[in-house]
Nanobody
């Protein structure tokens, strides 16, 4: 079973930077993509950024383009989210998401981390 372990959340001031990381416990699975979502109380979980493992293609939500950068360490099966110029609107619980499969013939499944809180004070 794949487990995702997130770290790096915390309390920062507006304009500060923060880097989140997420490591997948299973190294024998094939990673299709890893990424980040975020959620505030009372709202649906929203997409933030994603990176494909083959090719390294990236996708960002419009709200974070130009401020957030997603990157990966293939060998460590780890994805990072560098967040710059943070705003109070970025305050949320950030969840790591990974699409992984046990073999090249199997169907990828989504896996989620437990979430890490990011609070930006204005």
């Amino acid at each position: 079973q794949v487990q995702l372990v997130e770290s790096g959340g915390g309390l920062v001031q507006a304009g500060d930077s923060l880097t989140l990381s997420c490591a997948a416990s299973e190294h024998t699975f094939i990673t299709v993509h890893m990424g980040w979502f975020r959620q505030v109380p009372g709202k649906e979980r929203e997409f933030v950024a994603r990176m494909t493992w083959i090719g390294g293609s990236t996708t960002y939500a419009d709200s974070v383009k130009g401020r957030f950068t997603i990157s990966r360490d293939n060998a460590e099966n780890t994805v990072y989210l560098q967040m710059n110029s943070l705003k109070s609107a970025d305050t949320a619980v950030y969840y790591c998401e990974a699409s992984m499969k046990s073999s090249k013939f199997s169907v990828p499944k989504p896996y989620w981390g437990p979430g890490t809180q990011v609070t930006v004070s204005s």
